[in-house]
């Protein structure tokens, strides 16, 4: 099932993806840093949840409280939340 999630307190601004049971695929970033976000998206790809929220939940970015890689970690769980309810 395809998902959109929209960041909080990072510079991109929106992350798609795809879950097919609880493995990711086809995630895009919209905004913040293109390479390091596409790395993200590279290396994540054909993961599971749990792996991907495992690695890079509680990541910071500078002086902010959360990252890119944060708030994939949120979207995941929150599509991971919505599929199983």
């Given amino acids: 099932m ?5 960041p909080q307190g990072v510079c991109s601004s929106q992350v798609d ?14 905004g913040g ?5 596409k ?6 790809e054909g993961m599971t949840v749990d792996q991907i929220t495992e690695r890079v939940k509680g990541i910071t970015c ?3 409280k959360t990252s890119c890689s944060d708030q994939l970690a ?3 769980m929150d599509a991971a939340a919505k599929e199983q309810a």
Wanted: net charge positive; aromatic share 12%; proline share 0%.
């Fill in 62 to 64: 500078g002086f902010k």
């Fill in 33 to 37: 840093c293109n390479g390091n976000l």
């Fill in 74 to 76: 949120h979207a995941l």
């Fill in 2 to 6: 395809k998902h959109t999630y929209k």
């Fill in 17 to 30: 993806f795809e879950l097919e049971g609880n493995v990711v695929k086809n995630i895009s970033f919209r």
């Fill in 39 to 44: 790395a993200i998206a590279a290396l994540a």
